[in-house]
């Protein structure tokens, strides 16, 4: 689907689909589009071209059938300040006609002491908490998460982590999007990474890592540096899997794959450069992100 706001191209031909039964991370910078594809989803807004399905229904023609069975986290949600949060769960029970019981679902996402509180005086993860207890009301098929970190502290992040790895046990989908890799990492099945409106990957994690080579610097500190070093430099330069060689004072700085570190060490040494210590930098995925994000850094996928 493509989606304009007047001038402003938010999607452009995004084509993207989320398995049944996978926790789909749904990862980009800010603006990227992230919330505009989510709430073209919820039928929140219409796309400029294509077309959105879920559950094999149209979003637009059919969005009360597929919002029956999905639970929904948007961005921004307001609270009824001068309702309490067991108020506002009841609510959302009633709505969808569901079974549950308040009390267990406030229980559940960490705010049972609040249950009384009127919304108005919740903190702002209180009040993502609360909306993530609506969310999971009656058990959906789906749930559909737009930054649901947003607010927490990290103990409220893991349990939002948790609270996805239940929900997907139990056999629901479950689609969120968030500019955290960190969050996204430890439970998603797969991830699509979205730039400017265009999805730039999509993958596995570790499909993702395997994608950006070179992932490993090599810090060799060197005693000292010779005066003719050039020979030892373009020797390291020219090993296969060396991408990269900097030479930081004492330090040479190398980007190397994983098993061509040894020949690095070996080489250096071979050139009568004695090697005084060294340390690697594995990359995290969150410099994968940046690589696949950032305008600076193009990583071909
Ligand atoms: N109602 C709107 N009117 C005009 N432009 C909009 C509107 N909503 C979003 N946009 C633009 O569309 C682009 C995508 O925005 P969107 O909110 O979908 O990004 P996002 O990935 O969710 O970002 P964030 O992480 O900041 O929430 C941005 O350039 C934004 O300025």
Redesign the pocket.
Known sequence: MT?R??D????EGLDLTVRKGEVYGFL????????????LLLDF?RPTAGEVRVYGRDAQDESLEIRERTGILP?GIELYDRLTGRQHVEFAIESKEADDDADELLERVGIADAADKKAGGYSKGMAQRLILATALVGEPDLLIL??PSTGLDPNGAREMREIIREENRRGATVFF?S?VLGQVEAICDRVGI?R??ELIAEDTIAGLEDAVPDRTRLRVRLDPIPEDSGAALSAVESIDGVSEVEAEGTTLVVAVADEAKTTVLRTIEEHGVTVEDFETDESSLEDLFVAYTSERREVAP
């Open positions: 989606k706001y007047g402003e191209l938010a999607l980009g910078p800010n603006g990227a589009g992230k919330s505009t594809t989510i709430d807004i961005e737009d930054e999007s500019h979205l400017d409106g």
